[in-house]
């Protein structure tokens, strides 16, 4: 039986990052993959997804060529064409995610079905292994709600899209949220006729309410049909039945929810205990309730991204094998939706801050039109709102323009150090860029301060008004 001091079970996001972080270390780090290197970021997630998105906006901006003198163009994109650019795009990340990508760390990776054999023993295929501690790192997988013939009808989901070789002509695409929107959008855009359905009164239904608004008028305007407040009764006879009448497909996408992957993993005979929603259960350290193993990523229901997952992995990591904590703030964690325009957000809505604090919260909105490269592009539909607590520190931001997912790593970094909108103005912000967005609005709440008096230079300001009169 060979030890380790640490073994990784999953190798996506949360696992890669463990893996690679114990090797730095000079642990003796076995990373267990029961099919392949990258995890559904890289195989059905962010690259595929965002490849494909790439590949409509090229295709949207051709179909707007006319408008700049060129000859129009119509009908439906090659659908072939388009899972080929996905395609290069997976394999041209993939080296990164490999078994030979990670040797130089010292990492051995061992591909097979994981289950622990004790509290400190498991076994990998056909092999008998110990270990000081152990990650779980085994993601999550796409749920169907229960509408009564949707797993029968075999739809679609954001693991098997990718499988598709024709354009359905007609496709129903059940969850407005970011994925339903982001793949909604895609195959509109490729020339589908898509039906957006979403069981709650807007679409990604988190985000502030203008941002939904925003993103819905959007969808709407490129031939999206967008069906909220929408329950599904049951799906059969090639459709969607529900309030309104039956809705028809050629393909139906599925795009409800997730579980956590922890079927076979032996959890019990490891005394790892699981929440009544099935995630594994972690405390702050992301220890489970065998304290000699860890859980990140999606598995433990506390994350949803890549980026946050790979974070949890390296922090497990770090508290394992060196005893050092680096608590993660997931109130500063940033999320994007990438849709046309994209929706970021950092921290607290509005509506959450007042449940949090009360109506001394403070908010400020800038509407795009006020952002010149967004009246430079055309893009004003957009805007940029922050969220202030009663002391006046930035605790939540969304950003809707063009890139706003790399707008907001700014704002996230606002969020966790706790700035003032003083602070975060005095950055000096490139011009024209959407980052101009944020920069205004929180000059917004400076300019509104110096007016009240409020702090040392307002209160001198309002002294001088004095002495001048």
Known sequence: MKR??????????????????????????????????????????CVPSKALLHVTA????????????????SGPADLAAAMAEVKRAIGAIEPHDSAEALAPYGVDVVYGAASFTGRRTLTAGDREISFRYALIATGSAPALVPVPGLAEAEP??????????RLPQRLVVLGGGPIGCELGQAFARLGSQVTLVEAKDRLVPREETRASQVLRERLEAEGVAVRTGYQAESV???????????????????????????RDLGLEVAGVELTDTGDVRTDGRLRTTNHRIYAAGDVTGRSAFTHLGGTQGGSAATDALLGVRRPIDYRAVPWVTYTDPEIARVGLTAAEAREEHGDAVRVHTLDNDRVDRAVADGRMEGFTTLVLDPRGKIVGATVVSPRAGETIAHLAAAVRLGWTPSDYARTVHPYPTYADGPWHTALTDVYARLARGSGPIGALLKLRRRVIR
Not at 156 to 165: F, R
């Open 4 to 45: 380790y001091d640490l073994v990784v079970i999953g190798g996506g996001s949360a696992g890669l990052t463990a893996a690679r972080t114990a090797g730095r270390f000079g642990a003796r780090t076995l990373l267990i993959e029961r099919d392949r290197l990258g995890g559904d970021c890289l195989w059905t997630g």
């Open 58 to 73: 090229e295709v949207q901006a051709a179909r707007r060529a006319a408008a700049y003198g060129l000859p129009p163009v």
């Open 236 to 262: 059969g006879d090639g459709a969607v039945h529900g309030p309104g009448g039956p809705l028809p497909y050629d393909a139906l996408l599925a795009v409800t929810g997730r579980r956590a992957n922890t």
């Open 156 to 165: 679609l989901t954001s693991d098997t899209v990718w499988e598709l070789s």
